[in-house]
C-alpha cells in the first residue's frame, strides 16, 4: 500500500550533524501518520519522533528534544530528520513508518499501530 524508503544514514561525529530522509511511494494520500522509530543494539525499539496528521500532533522523544527536527517535503512525499548535536546513544537502526488508519495522541508513539515500515538506515555515532 505504501512504501517507505530510508536513506542519509552512515556514520556521524558527536556533536555533529545527519539528515536522514523517509520517501513515501504507493497509497499516500491513506498516510495518517509517519514517524521516526529507532533501535539501538540489544535495546527495544522506541519512537523518535513523527507528524500524526489526523490530530495535529509532532511529538519528539525527550531524549532527542532540541537536537532533532522532524520535517516534510509534502510535494515530495518526503520526512527528514534533521539530527543535531548528535550522541554515541544515538547510534541505531532508524526505522521511518506510516499509520494507514489515524489514530490519537497516544497512539502516534505506539509502533504496532503503523502499518507499512521502511528496512531502515543505520546511524553510528562516534564519540
Known amino acids: 500500500q505504501v512504501q517507505l524508503v530510508e536513506s542519509g544514514g552512515g556514520l556521524g561525529q558527536a556533536g555533529g550533524p545527519l539528515r536522514l530522509s523517509c520517501a513515501a511511494s504507493?497509497?499516500?494520500?491513506?498516510?495518517?501518520?509517519m514517524s521516526w522509530f529507532r533501535q539501538a543494539p540489544g535495546k527495544e525499539r522506541e519512537f523518535v519522533s513523527g507528524?500524526?496528521?489526523?490530530?495535529?500532533?509532532?511529538p519528539y522523544a525527550d531524549a532527542v528534544k532540541g537536537r532533532f527536527t522532524i520535517s516534510r517535503d509534502i510535494f515530495k512525499n518526503t520526512v527528514r530528520l534533521q539530527m543535531n548535536s548528535l550522541k554515541p546513544e544515538d547510534t541505531a537502526v532508524y526505522y521511518c513508518?506510516?499509520?494507514?488508519?489515524?489514530?490519537?495522541?497516544?497512539?502516534?508513539?505506539?509502533?504496532?499501530?503503523?502499518?507499512?515500515w521502511g528496512r531502515g538506515t543505520k546511524v553510528t555515532v562516534s564519540s
Open positions: 507528524f500524526n496528521w489526523s490530530v495535529g500532533f509532532t
Open positions: 513508518a506510516v499509520d494507514l488508519a489515524g489514530g490519537s495522541r497516544d497512539d502516534t508513539f505506539d509502533g504496532a499501530k503503523y502499518d507499512s
Open positions: 504507493g497509497r499516500t494520500f491513506r498516510m495518517y501518520a
